[in-house]
Nanobody, 126 residues
């Protein structure tokens, strides 16, 4: 069982920055891939980025490339999502997720992840 706790959301003006954190409970988290997804009102949940804990491999959705950066802290079992140059269209609830690193399911898909956090709201005003 893996528990994920997100933090760091909030209200920011367009062009501003936020850093989201996702603290994982399991010591075996290094066997997982960690993903960030987001869901805007009236829209489906959307893949944002993932990182494989052990290798550090990452992939980003095109709309955030160059603006968002995912990283991990092995000592704290925490994944971060640094977001800069935020846009109103980035407004959403952001979810952290964990899934087995050995899964053959694409890490860009929500069903590749078994554990989910409660979500944190990010609101970008224009």
């Amino acid at each position: 069982q893996v528990q994920l706790v997100e933090s760091g959301g909030g209200l920011v003006q367009a062009g501003g920055s936020l850093r989201l954190s996702c603290a994982a409970s399991a010591r075996t988290i290094k066997n997982y891939r960690m993903g960030w997804f987001r869901q805007a009102p009236g829209k489906e949940r959307e893949f944002v980025v993932y990182i494989t804990w052990s290798s550090g491999n990452t992939a980003y959705v095109d709309s955030v490339k160059g603006r968002f950066t995912i990283s991990r802290d092995n000592t704290k079992n925490t994944v971060y999502l640094q977001m800069i140059s935020l846009k109103p269209e980035d407004t959403a609830v952001y979810y952290c997720a964990a899934g087995p690193a050995y899964s053959t399911t694409s890490p860009l898909l929500a069903r590749a992840y078994k554990y989910w956090g409660q979500g944190t709201q990010v609101t970008v005003s224009s």
